[in-house]
């Protein structure tokens, strides 16, 4: 197929998956077309099954390690890094957004400049969170005891299906400040966005594991995700039906997963708070004898 | 490959002549068939089956320098009972450690075990064979009813095939009741073909088992190596009516690769193989894989690392 226009031949692109720093495809096999809010077709994306959402989470495992044992200081500089890399892709966001949302220009420049600076706040936190979520508690007795925040381990988060960027930053920001490590299903319809983060992810510094991003169906995969015995947390962020919602709950109590399930109707574009990360920490006490 | 004509006598030269005899082995063919049986789908209750088979033929094993008597003995009770939430999970084939802790082991298995003790200054086989029929001998004597020896590779590469047999020969002796592994450590051999000889030489030998490798040299196992191995246990069997083990050991972790495994002793010998008498795993982590995917099929959802022990 040619571009009229320029005389081109067209670049069909068929999109893969993110897994543990590679790009796999679907296991599967399968994709999916993904069409403009305007209904012409975009690119094709591969449509993640269970046994990719399984894969994933060895790799999240794999990457939670490390991550975690980073210091905060060092995790802040590498998500500062991401941010970076989407700036200099700021045009291609853009585009993605624009091509998926639909609307103007000017809102779809002004939701990837909001996931930006939302990215560069939650780079910022890093370091700050235990001394804003942990305590040094006063105990009857020749101790020091303090409370710190620690990650819970692997989300899975469900990204937004309506807000195709700024919501998928704001699902994957608050799970990975802490050093958990995230496996996000990125929004079923509109996926570009989190395809295009992914690129990104891939030239910055973060280590491969800790952010992972299938695309498909959450319908699909959530139900293996809820139950699977390593996964620490959920953020149903992304499901719509309430339905699903309750029945995942439901079965993510088997394993004791901590769930996070936003209001529906959630505004993406508000100020964000630090409830998200406090839903994706433990909290550590330790009793540390005075001496003297 | 066609079974042999006529079986060696005990001259090195006849050893020579028939080792030497023995028909190439089509590298790109042993690849792309192991490859394909790889593909093989395999439904539900064949995975169950097949999990608790493998299970049953692992040999569980230490074999560090920090290997201590409590870590040997963790792993004795985790060989009795892999998976203590689950009481019809079945027991392991043996464990396999160090000569100077098979006592520790024999104490701690009872007689519901076997016990694999490596010998002949293992990995290496470097040393005199006094060192390595004293190393086997003080083995067997606390408690081992398995031996895993190793070959000397340095003979076998540079054409000295009678010593490697005559050493072979000399701890089979020195093992007396207890069973013979002779590991070929394939990743050493270089070609198909040496390990197609190694084969032949270690089973006229008198093994009861052939090993693939220590577990210390990469590649370790691969499928191709254990399908030659396979068929020359095979077309040993045809020409003497003996049957000898397989161990493949070293760098089979999860139960995809067991099951491949499992899948080629059948293609390639025959059911009567599926058997812990007949082939085994040398491994340490491929049974917490094992033990996931159990707990994946007993209890339809996914299981994790947090779920098993840390070995």
């Known amino acids: ?292 | 490959m066609s079974v042999p004509h006529a079986l060696p006598d005990t001259s090195p030269a006849s050893l020579r002549a028939f080792l030497l005899g023995l028909p190439g082995v089509d590298e790109v063919g042993a690849a792309s068939r192991t490859a394909m049986l790889g593909t093989r789908s395999i439904k539900n209750e064949t995975k169950a089956w097949a999990i608790d088979t493998a299970i049953g033929m692992v040999d569980l094993t230490t074999l560090e320098g920090m290997d201590t008597i409590g870590k040997v003995r963790a792993l004795c009770s985790k060989a009795l009972r892999p998976d203590p939430t689950d009481p019809t999970t079945p027991s392991v084939a043996a464990v396999c450690v160090y000569g100077d802790l098979a006592g520790i082991a024999r104490e701690a298995v009872g007689d519901a075990l076997h016990v694999a003790a490596v010998a002949t200054a293992f990995p290496s086989g470097r040393a005199s064979l006094d060192v390595k029929l004293m190393d086997t001998k003080e083995a067997v004597a606390a408690g081992a009813d398995e031996i895993d020896m190793v070959i000397d590779r340095g003979a076998f590469l540079s054409g000295e095939y009678a010593r490697v047999f005559d050493e072979i020969v000399a701890v089979k002796q020195a093992c007396g009741p207890a069973h013979l592994k002779v590991i070929l450590e394939t990743g050493e051999l270089r070609t198909l073909d040496n390990v197609r000889r190694a084969s032949w030489l270690a089973m006229l030998a008198g093994a009861d088992f052939i090993k693939t490798s220590t577990g210390k040299v990469t590649p370790a196992a691969t499928l191709p190596v254990t399908l030659v191995m396979l068929e020359a246990v095979r077309d040993f069997e045809a020409a003497t009516g003996q049957r000898i083990g397989v161990k493949a050991a070293g760098g089979i972790r999860t139960s995809k690769d067991a099951i491949k495994y499992l899948v080629l002793v059948k293609e390639t010998v025959g059911e009567a193989w599926l058997t812990p008498d007949l082939f085994r795993f040398g491994a340490s982590t491929l049974l917490n894989d094992l033990l996931l995917q159990r707990q994946r099929i007993a209890t339809g959802h996914y299981s994790g690392p947090d779920y098993v022990t840390i070995d």
């Open chain 1, 1 to 292: 197929m040619t571009d009229d226009a320029t005389g081109r031949l067209d670049v069909r692109k068929t999109y893969k998956l993110f897994v543990g720093g590679a790009f796999p495809r679907s296991e599967s096999g399968r994709t999916y077309e993904v069409t403009a809010a305007d209904g012409t077709f975009l690119a094709n994306a591969a449509k993640a099954s269970r046994k990719d959402a399984r894969d994933a989470v060895l790799a999240a495992r794999k990457g939670f390690g490390a991550w975690s044992a980073a210091t905060a200081y060092n995790r802040g500089q590498v998500l500062y890094r991401i941010a970076e890399v989407m700036e200099g892709r700021r045009a291609q966001f853009i585009a993605d957004v624009l091509a998926a949302e639909g609307g103007t220009a000017a809102s779809a420049a002004s939701q990837v400049d909001a996931a930006i600076d939302r990215w560069v706040w939650y780079a910022g936190w890093t370091d700050k969170i235990a001394q804003v979520l942990g305590s040094a508690n006063p105990v009857a007795g020749p101790y020091f005891n303090f409370s710190i925040p620690e990650p819970t381990g692997v989300v899975v988060a469900v990204a937004p299906q309506d807000s195709s960027l700024l919501g998928l930053i704001s699902v994957i920001g608050p799970a990975v400040v802490s050093g958990n490590a995230v496996i996000v299903i990125a929004s079923t319809e509109r996926p570009l966005p989190a395809i295009t983060l992914t690129e990104a992810l891939a030239t910055s510094d973060v280590p491969g594991g800790v952010i992972n991003v299938l695309t498909g169906d959450p319908a699909e995969m959530m139900p293996w995700l809820a139950t699977h015995a390593d996964v620490n947390a959920i953020d149903l962020a992304g499901i719509t039906d309430p339905e699903l919602a309750v029945s995942l709950e439901r079965e993510a109590a088997g394993t004791v997963k901590r769930v996070r399930r936003p209001a529906a109707g959630m505004d993406w574009s508000a100020e964000p708070d630090l409830s998200p990360i406090r839903a994706f920490v433990e909290t550590k006490t330790v009793w540390h004898p005075m001496g003297a």
